[in-house]
């Protein structure tokens, strides 16, 4: 059974500070991978998919990579604004039509 | 074009009742999802449908939740028999199954259920 981990659950940076987010799973027979984002109350924004023959995936000041044989997927954030406080949510599939399997998320704040 | 809509937003009902959510999906989009995000659960599957069959269906907690999907589009989630553990937000998903596509989900807003 697919477990997805994310860790630490909580995370408090300065404003402009970089910096990653884990995400690891243990299952590396997977389809693709997404990190998505979510707003108190609202639901999920998708924010980068990586294919299972990816490496990486970059959109603005994000970047997603991805290592499938050692179960790792990270979130860089570059130059973090408050605007970027939210909760981190990463997803791993087995198979095209199959689930998402989600960890539980990393609850991001960035402090002005 | 339109995302993904559920409908009702939030919904709060009596211990015991029934309950339907409504989930209407990208237009054109094959497949769709329904998952439940409940404190200290986290976001969990529940079922999945190609098109009007559903062959995945190993999320469902109980008998008490159901689902289906008419024209290959609207999916309805009843739930009979709430009980307060249902209270959670039921989110929907919908991604288009072509060849050399990503089979991105994309999800909506969600339902807000809560059982007194």
């Known amino acids: 059974k697919q477990e997805v981990t994310q860790i630490p659950a909580a995370l408090s940076v300065p404003e402009g500070e970089n910096l990653v987010l884990n995400c690891s799973f243990t299952d590396s027979a997977i389809y693709n991978l997404q990190w998505f984002r979510q707003d108190p109350g609202k639901g999920l924004t998708s924010l980068l998919l990586i294919q299972s023959s990816q490496r990486e995936q970059t959109s603005g000041r994000l970047n997603a990579s991805l290592d499938k044989s050692s179960g790792r997927s990270t979130l860089y954030i570059a130059a973090s604004q408050p605007g970027d406080s939210a909760t981190y949510l990463c997803a791993v599939r087995a198979g095209a039509n199959s689930k998402l399997t989600f960890g539980k998320g990393i609850t991001l704040s960035v402090r002005p | 074009g339109a995302g993904v809509s559920q409908s009702p937003s939030n919904k709060v009902t009596e211990k015991g009742k029934d309950v339907e959510l409504r989930c209407d999906p990208i237009?054109?989009?094959?497949?769709l999802y329904w998952y439940r995000q409940s404190l200290g659960q986290g976001l969990e599957f529940l079922i999945y449908?190609?098109?009007?069959?559903?062959?995945?269906k190993s999320g469902l907690p109980s008998d008490r939740f159901s689902a289906e999907r008419t024209g290959g589009s609207v999916s309805t989630l009843t739930i009979q028999r709430t009980q307060q553990e249902d209270s959670a937000v039921y989110l929907c998903?919908?991604?288009?199954?072509?060849?050399?596509?990503?089979?991105?989900?994309?999800f909506g807003p969600g339902t807000r259920l809560t059982v007194t």
């Open positions: 449908f190609q098109g009007n069959s559903a062959p995945d």
């Open positions: 237009s054109g989009h094959t497949a």
């Open positions: 998903a919908s991604s288009l199954t072509l060849a050399l596509s990503s089979y991105e989900q994309y």
